[in-house]
């Protein structure tokens, strides 16, 4: 066996493998960036460069949906480019490119990209790499192009802080990355069990503790553990970015743009607010520790009144389905709708058919005009379509669907991810899945959430090649728990995975 190299790169020396993250997927920003009036390059033909792709699991499934885009991808690990490159090859992957360099290299030779993403990586690079990260941004980004970039933040990460120097303090004193991590974890585990439950820092302790118990070695030692994580407020990025000549789109997360959790008179002062001056604001008042902002040209014209009659123009579909799930669509008593991404309250009849056919089309996406159809058939007959305030119905529908954006439900594109229609006669997953889950228990489904699932179903994924049907699936399933698997469990297994998104047609 090939020992690896010694290196004092701290991606060689303790890999993060990243992570497929769908609210950075080009998707998100194509539609984010329609939303606020630019005409970003369609995703089906784009140009896409990812900075800091690491092994390439945010990367390679976009390759594989969009097979008339091109994707670049660059990292200064060169185990991880070569950990991507071996993954594109058995997916005779034509269109995405893993180059192993500095980002200091990347210049006007590169081209122009219409999405360059980001994640990961502006808080753990020396402040001369983030200056080149906005340069990157500036000068590589087509003219409607948009850029997302990840970061920590304060005041979060004040709190934090305290932590990671504890930790550092301690573990810093071994070499081996792996002999830090358990020694960080074990000091964590002191400060937590020993710190006055009663003080604000032993609140903070014992939350650090529990969240860094479940989290990922590679994710504590390279948040907690290296030389390079700093964070900055937002409004700090912001001047950094428009002196670069770059300007606020959007969050990622659009319902982080919003007050919609907040009382009336909080959202009235809010409302008073500049633009940025009201995103720190918002930062204060939840401890934010972590933002994905969204950027574009500064020359570019953003709209940022919600175009009503532009919501024709998008797919729809909710986040998570929300509860509850059966309710009366005739009554007009208020009712909340809540996940674990937030909440949605509304009395309208209309407002609950719009929910009703969202969920009954889950996970897919389904056209705004077709939504809008579907929810005037639903309604029970003596129910009329409503108007208010001189709006039409379908004014009022796209208002409704504003309203669980801002509540973080629901998800809008322009192209929607490719879904099997239903569990086919032979079911099958994308070969990406069926390659991650040679590699480890997580899975990037459609959507580009990653999932983990129980070990009969990542038996069954293993299968699911197209080739297979339901006999078939039957005599080379793996067992479950110790049972034989009968028809009734493999049914149901699949309407599962139909349901996760992990089924395409």
Request: a negative charge; charged letters at 25%.
């Amino acid at each position: 066996m090939t020992e690896r190299p010694e290196t004092d790169f701290a991606y060689d020396r303790m890999p993060y493998p990243g992570i497929a993250d769908p609210e950075a997927h080009p998707r998100q920003l194509e539609a984010l960036a329609t939303f606020f009036g630019m005409q970003p390059q369609s995703l089906s033909s784009a140009r896409v460069l990812e900075i800091g792709c690491a092994s390439g699991k945010h990367l390679l499934p976009m390759a594989l949906d969009y097979p008339q885009a091109q994707f670049v991808g660059v990292d200064l690990s060169g185990e991880q480019i070569q950990a991507a490159r071996a993954v594109a090859e058995r997916l005779e992957l034509s269109n995405v490119e893993f180059r192993h360099n500095n980002l200091l290299e990347i210049d006007a030779c590169w081209g122009e990209f219409d999405y360059i993403l980001c994640p990961g990586v502006f808080s753990w690079v020396p402040p001369e790499l983030q200056a080149k990260i906005l340069e990157i941004s500036r000068r590589n980004l087509a003219p409607q192009g948009v850029a997302i970039v990840s970061y920590n933040t304060y005041p979060g990460w004040h709190f934090y802080r305290v932590a990671r120097d504890a930790m550092r303090y301690h573990a810093l004193q071994f070499q081996e990355p792996q002999r830090q991590v358990s020694e960080a974890r074990g000091a964590l585990q002191f400060f937590a069990a020993n710190s006055p439950e009663t003080t604000m820092h032993g609140r903070l302790y014992r939350n650090r503790a529990g969240f860094l118990g479940r989290a990922a070695d590679s994710y504590l030692y390279h948040d907690y553990l290296v030389h390079d994580n700093w964070p900055l407020y937002f409004h700090e990025f912001i001047e950094r970015a428009e002196s670069n000549d770059l300007q606020l789109v959007s969050e990622a997360d659009y319902a982080r743009m919003t007050s919609a959790f907040y009382p009336p008179g909080a959202r009235e002062e809010l409302a008073k607010l500049s633009l940025v001056h009201r995103e720190q604001v918002l930062d204060f008042l939840r401890n934010q520790s972590y933002r994905k902002t969204i950027l574009c040209r500064r020359d570019v014209a953003l709209d940022r009144q919600v175009d009503l009659e532009g919501f024709g123009r998008f797919q729809l579909t909710l986040a998570q389905i929300p509860e509850p799930q059966d309710f009366d669509l005739s009554s007009e008593e208020p009712l909340e709708f809540r996940s674990a991404l937030g909440s949605f309250r509304t009395a309208s009849p209309f407002g609950k058919a719009a929910l009703r056919c969202l969920i009954d089309c889950f996970p897919h996406a389904i056209a705004f005009d077709d939504l809008f159809q579907r929810t005037r058939d639903v309604l029970p007959k003596h129910v009329q379509p409503q108007t208010h305030g001189g709006k039409t119905p379908r004014d009022v529908l796209a208002l409704s669907m504003v309203a669980m954006m801002n509540a973080g439900l629901l998800r809008v594109y322009l192209h929607a991810p490719r879904i099997a229609a239903s569990v086919s006669d032979r079911p099958q997953v994308s070969p990406l899945a069926r390659i991650e889950l040679e590699q480890g228990d997580a899975v990037t489904n459609q959507r580009h959430d990653v999932l983990r699932l129980d070990d009969f179903a990542m038996g069954v994924v293993r299968l699911l090649d197209g080739s297979r049907d339901i006999e078939r699936l039957l005599r080379e399933a793996p067992p479950a728990a110790n049972q034989e698997v009968d028809r009734d469990a493999m049914c149901s297994a699949l309407e599962k995975l139909y349901r996760l998104a992990m089924l395409v047609a």
